[in-house]
């Protein structure tokens, strides 16, 4: 069976049905392209018997895009031979776009990527009205640009600058909104109605060309030679480059396909495209993000990290101990998924503040129209805030978010306990007390799990789950149901103390503060944080996290520690915290200032004195901004190694998403482990050790790590 079906109908309407057998979903792999050369040679035959031609699809969404696999093994070695096949694939679609007759497209699902590409090349775009299908070209959210023509298409419709968000961000929209956009031409309320609005268009339009392809033709929104566009676009690179800081080769080479491509008649634009395109599907920025965006976590949300054979849980009843910062957004986050919320507090007063965070948030989008005013008062429903344990009755899942304190901590988890489901499980939001530690306190540690959330809880997607010497498998499937149930994406780790994200993070505010220490420049720290690919420099995060906290958790470590009969060994970047803390006063953002001032109005500075305390001029000016990047990158990719080495990480997915969706890990790696492999891992351990030789035995490479670079063998 062809992928393209061809009908043609006593009206002369040829329609092509893309129907992809053996999978779920439209791709444009080998099948697509066969079919679709096929397609264009016999309408080439049929051409003066067809009055028009409709394109839709038998899947429940239109098209998906680029097939990723086959995307992924393109090598450098194969690059000719890719560029020739986009350009006969490119061709093949040409062929239909310039065939004379009127192309229409029936969109009757989402169509991402290659799939809104083709619906491009049409000449008329019909979608149903629907608000679940997506329109756009999100190649460039895995490292790659649209190949299929997007790049000059669409600026070519909609104008340059009106493209760029689609292109260059990877914008998403509904129907509706395309519709507004211009990048379609018309709504159907149903397949019928669509297809009726497709025939009207063919009858209109006996002979049709895209605008592109017809004399005269003038670019919507100007030229890249009309002055207005020109002073806009001399000036386009920089601002992109203050935003990707040179990490991200897609949007660069998007913006460069789209210009260069607008200046020249279609056809060459097209060849430009192919080229650029080419470039980015075999550099490694595009293998990294595409791994760990599209393989890794498809991988973690199919449920590679949950026990097998453990049957699905759904949640209806969660309680939420303390209505704070955390417990606010974990109860908003549940009950925005349907699911019924009791929160707690020690007062009513407190658990009803923390509803009304939920208020708050449910507000904001009504206003901005993204959500009716029943389903927000429907979603406060569900949350009942309350003073009284009683009323955690039933709840089969219960989550533990009051101040970070063992003692307040087992207390309770005893009183809880007991008003839970039979079956329900109780789970500890805390960022740092060991898991074992705490499943003390409860009657049933097999049932007891850690659920790190991260803050804002609203907004961050990941959950780190950690388990206990005593979890039951049960118990990991099932909170991992439920982080599921609440769209958000888990990671399995073992305990430890500051599990798996709390303890990388760590590396990366102390060795930002470290090298103030030894009187390197404060913006120049910044600087190194933002360009290695981090998004907030360490000096900068350390203010948000409050420089009392980071001593806290450290006097805490050092404490278990020494209990456990261990040597502490000091940190450079403790004598900094300490100076700014406790002899300058200067505690973090919260507090009014810490390596930055905040002023009341206007943007935050570096605290001008950091200048006279540590600065040291001649290690400042020789300094090099390499190391400075590396340092950022590898303290946090070999602590990340030695988490996999001790079994605190169970994969190697877990630790890119985690370090990635957790703590911000510089997205073009594709995560803190990834970042080793496409670094080729005995290079690797070759720079550690050279860092470890001029900054300190932390770089010293953990055996893991020796192991794998002696065979030069990938983390896998
Ligand atoms: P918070 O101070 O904002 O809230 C704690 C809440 O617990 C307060 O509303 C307090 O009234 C309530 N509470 C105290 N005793 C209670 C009791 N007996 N019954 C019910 N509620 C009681 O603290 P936050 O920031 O929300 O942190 C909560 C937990 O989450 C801590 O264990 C913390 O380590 C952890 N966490 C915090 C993160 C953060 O970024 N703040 C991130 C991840 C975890």
């Known amino acids: 069976m062809s992928a393209i079906g061809y009908t043609i109908d006593s009206d002369k309407i040829l329609t092509l049905t893309i129907d992809m057998p053996g999978q779920s979903a439209n791709t444009m792999n080998g099948d697509f392209r066969t079919a679709l050369s096929e397609t264009a040679q016999k309408i080439k035959t049929d051409i003066d018997v067809l009055s028009g031609i409709i394109i839709t699809s038998a899947k429940k969404t239109f098209f998906a895009g680029g097939d990723l696999n086959e995307l992924y093994s393109v090598t450098r070695a194969d690059a000719a031979t890719f560029e020739h096949m986009v350009n006969s694939l490119k061709a093949d679609i040409r062929a239909i776009e310039t065939c004379g007759k009127p192309v229409v ?14 619906c491009l090349a049409c000449h008329h775009r019909i979608a149903l009205d629907r608000d679940t299908i997506q329109l756009g070209l999100p190649e460039v959210t895995l490292g790659l640009l649209p190949g299929g023509g997007g790049t000059q298409r669409l600026p070519r419709m909609i104008g340059l600058e009106a493209a760029f968000p689609y292109l260059m961000e990877g914008k998403k929209v509904s129907p509706k909104a395309a519709l507004k956009a211009g990048i379609i031409d018309a709504l159907a309320d149903s397949p019928d109605d669509m297809m009726t609005q497709a025939r009207a268009f063919i009858r209109a339009s006996p002979s049709s060309h895209q605008p592109w392809d017809q004399k005269g033709f003038r670019f919507p929104g100007g030229a890249p030679h009309h002055p207005a566009m020109a002073q806009k676009l001399a000036i386009a690179p920089a601002m992109l480059k203050q935003k990707t800081k040179g990490c991200y080769p897609a949007p660069e080479r998007i913006l460069s396909a789209a210009v260069e491509g607008a200046q020249v008649d279609y056809d060459n634009g097209d060849k430009i495209e192919t080229r650029y395109f080419t470039e980015l599907v075999v550099g490694q920025v595009a293998k990294n993000m595409t791994g760990t965006f599209w393989f890794q976590l498809n991988a973690i949300k199919a449920g590679e990290s949950r026990p097998q054979g453990i049957e699905k849980a759904s949640f209806h009843r969660v309680g939420v101990l303390g209505a704070g910062m955390m417990g606010a957004g974990i109860a908003y986050a549940t009950a925005t998924r349907g699911i019924e919320v009791v929160l ?43 003073a009284d344990a009683s009323d955690l009755q039933d709840c089969d899942l219960i989550i533990e978010a009051v101040f970070e304190d063992s003692g307040l901590k087992a207390n309770v988890t005893q009183e809880a306990e007991p008003k839970m489901a039979s079956n329900g499980i109780f789970a500890s939001n805390t960022s740092t007390i060991p898991i074992s530690q705490l499943a003390k306190a409860s009657a049933r540690p097999d049932h007891f799990i850690g659920l790190h959330f991260f803050s804002p809880v609203d907004k961050m997607q990941l959950v780190e789950i950690i388990v206990g010497e005593q979890t039951s498998d049960d118990t990991l499937a099932r909170a991992f149901d439920y982080v599921q149930q609440i769209g958000k994406i888990p990671i399995v780790v073992n305990d430890s103390r500051g599990f798996f994200t709390s303890r990388v993070f760590g590396t990366f505010v ?130 990340t190694v030695r988490c996999l080495e001790e079994g605190v990480l169970r994969t190697v997915e877990d630790a890119n998403i985690g370090s990635i969706f957790g703590i911000g890990f510089a997205p073009w790696t594709g995560g803190a482990i990834q970042f080793i492999n496409q670094y080729g891992v005995r290079a690797f351990v070759e720079r550690a050790k050279v860092l470890e030789d001029s900054f300190g035995e932390r770089f010293a490479a953990p055996a893991l790590l020796l192991e794998k670079a002696e065979t030069d063998t990938l983390f896998t």
């Open 105 to 118: 497209a029936a969109i009757n699902g989402s169509a991402l990527g290659g799939g809104l590409e083709i």
């Open 344 to 386: 707690k507090d020690v007062s009513t007063e407190n658990a009803t503040k923390g509803k009304h965070y939920s208020e708050g948030l449910l507000s904001k989008k009504v206003s901005r129209g993204r959500l009716a005013e029943k389903d927000k008062a429907a979603t406060l429903a569900r949350i009942t805030a309350t």
């Open 510 to 639: 102390n060795e930002g503060v470290a090298m103030l220490g030894e009187g390197i420049h404060p913006s120049s720290i910044e600087n190194a944080g933002l360009l290695a690919g981090m998004p907030v420099g360490p000096l900068a995060i350390c203010d948000e996290v409050s420089l009392t906290l980071i001593q806290h958790i450290r006097d805490q470590s050092r404490k278990d520690l020494e209990a456990a009969g261990k040597a502490w060994k000091a940190h450079p970047a403790e004598a900094v915290v300490d100076t700014l803390v406790n002899e300058h006063g200067r505690k973090g953002k919260a507090a009014g200032g810490g390596f930055y001032d905040y002023p009341a109005s206007g943007k935050k500075s570096l605290w001008p004195s950091l200048e006279s305390l540590f600065v040291d001029q001649a290690r400042a000016k020789n300094t090099s901004l390499q190391d400075l990047k590396d340092r950022i990158l590898f303290i946090q990719a070999i602590e």
